[in-house]
């Protein structure tokens, strides 16, 4: 195992000063990080991470290497938007949009949505009553969750389908009005709730019984504590509004200022229904979220500072993540990006698993969920003719970075054995 020469060496320099006990200093070299949780970790997982943090312990040469996780099943089991969503719902925290136009809540809101929610949902009123309204609750729940009103119109229209996930976002844009400070509140009590909640808890929102509890992974708290330790820089990058992201980053001991979630821009201190941009695309075109390639963006953008239309294209080796972890085809970039290893926990999402179990450099890393893993895919992931939904929405191949099409692929990890 590597060890932390540099470390050693400076404690018997503070023992030649007096400053610390000649025998503190002789203790010799500390030893890298390695993961003290095993219960979870598929085959040879752990010992490939651990074998990574001690190629990297205590590097040198100025920027301490970056990992990076996406938050929602993959820190945690279930999803934190969603649960502070229901949590809105369930406490009449959603304010309606100003004169009644539902279309100023989204600029990708179909005009059947935006008439829908009208139709359901009540004006004049400060907050939306959805405690006791179950049908604007309902029409709410729809358009968020499904992506379509309850009479099945498309909700949502006119967006780069690697870019932005326009349901995603706007739950960030119905925190409008409210503060940032009252966005973290809100979702720090629905955190308690979640936590607080039974495994496999379910709870009343609108006319439906929705989840209603949410669980850290020990594993992955244990994993982010191993590569904080071993020198690693580690943020969180979700598609989660980001004062929710910020409330729950601190329970795995992650800063907010290394918490990265969809953002609104504001107006007299208080969040309104448009988003900052990244890239090529401005704040309040409501065109790039944390989702997919956007994810590229902001981590580009934010982690390594790389700024203007550069921020959306892959960079040197030297600038980007050597870790990172994710659980869904929104990560698929970032994950592609990290030249060390790729952690993917497996919920049989197409693309994802296409490119995980192709593992053309040898650097991912399939597990399943460390809480409720999902059961053998039993038809192969359909890799070589609809796993990949292109910008415009449709289907297609699977491909290399050379244009090649990867072969439709068997799922060999769903249970830890």
Not at 290 to 318: H, L, M, S
Request: proline letters at 6%; charged letters at 25%; a neutral charge.
């Amino acid at each position: 195992m590597k060890l932390r020469t540099s470390a050693a060496a400076a404690a018997l320099a503070l023992a030649a000063t007096g400053l610390l006990p000649a025998s503190n200093a002789e203790a010799g070299p500390v030893p890298c990080p390695t993961l003290k949780v095993s219960d979870g970790w598929y085959g040879d997982n752990k010992a490939r991470i651990d074998a990574l943090l001690a190629e990297h312990c205590d590097d040198k040469g100025g920027r301490k290497p970056v990992a990076v996780f996406d938050w929602d099943n993959t820190v945690i089991k279930n999803d934190v938007g969603d649960a502070t969503f229901y949590w809105l719902l369930r406490n009449d925290r959603v304010r309606p949009p100003k004169d009644g136009d539902w279309s100023t809540t989204s600029r990708h809101l179909t005009p059947e949505a935006a008439t829908a929610l009208g139709r359901a949902c009540p004006t004049g009123v400060r907050t939306l009553p959805t405690a006791t309204d179950t049908r604007c609750a309902d029409e709410l729940l729809a358009v968020y969750g499904n992506g379509a009103t309850t009479a099945g119109s498309t909700a949502f229209t006119g967006y780069d389908h690697r870019r932005m996930e326009p349901q995603y976002a706007w739950l960030a844009q119905l925190l409008h009005g409210w503060t940032t400070r009252e966005a973290a509140s809100f979702a720090s009590a629905a955190r308690a709730e979640n936590l607080a909640a039974p495994q496999g808890a379910t709870q009343q929102v609108g006319s439906s019984r929705v989840t209603g509890w949410v669980r850290y992974y020990d594993q992955q708290r244990d994993l982010i504590r191993a590569l904080q330790d071993g020198g690693f820089d580690v943020w969180i990058v979700s598609a989660s509004p980001e004062p929710v992201v910020d409330v729950w980053a601190e329970g795995v001991g992650i800063d907010p200022s290394h918490a990265v979630g969809i953002r609104n821009t504001t107006s007299h201190g208080r969040l309104t229904t448009h988003l900052k941009g990244c890239g090529g695309v401005r704040d309040g075109e409501d065109a790039m979220i944390t989702y997919i390639d956007g994810k590229r963006c902001w981590i580009n953008q934010e982690v390594f500072g790389v700024r203007g239309p550069a921020a959306e294209r892959v960079q040197p080796a030297d600038r980007r993540q050597v870790f990172a972890a994710g659980d869904s085809d929104t990560d698929i970039s970032f994950l592609r990006d990290a030249t060390g290893l790729r952690l993917v926990l497996n919920r049989n999402k197409n693309e994802l698993m296409c490119r995980a179990y192709e593992n053309g450099d040898g650097r991912w890393l399939v597990n399943p969920m460390f809480i409720e893993p999902k059961k053998r895919k039993t038809a192969p992931y359909p890799c070589a003719t609809t796993g990949y939904t292109a910008s415009d929405g449709t289907a297609q191949p699977v491909r290399r970075t050379d244009g090649s099409i990867v072969p439709d692929q068997l799922d060999t990890v769903f249970q830890v054995p």
